[in-house]
């Protein structure tokens, strides 16, 4: 699910944040209170079309209740 805003995210539990990129993806994830910020492995393909299921490993792996991905501006 997409929301526009932060109204519908839950309030606890883990986050993951993506910086897409087309060859690596930085991912960190935040512990369940969201005080604290855990850089991880960044996601290297070949295929960018692999990054959407790499990052669906990644949350499984993790538990997070959501994902986070920044927007490219350049």
Request: aromatic share 6%.
């Amino acid at each position: 699910m997409i929301l526009p805003d932060f109204k519908g995210f839950p309030r606890s539990g883990r986050i993951i944040g993506i910086d897409w990129g087309a060859t690596r993806t930085g991912v960190a994830v935040s512990d369940a209170t969201r005080e604290f910020l855990f850089v991880r492995p960044q996601i290297v393909v070949k295929n960018p079309n692999d990054i959407p299921a790499k990052i669906v490993d990644v949350a499984i792996t993790e538990q997070a209740v959501g994902i986070i991905i920044g927007l490219p501006l350049r």
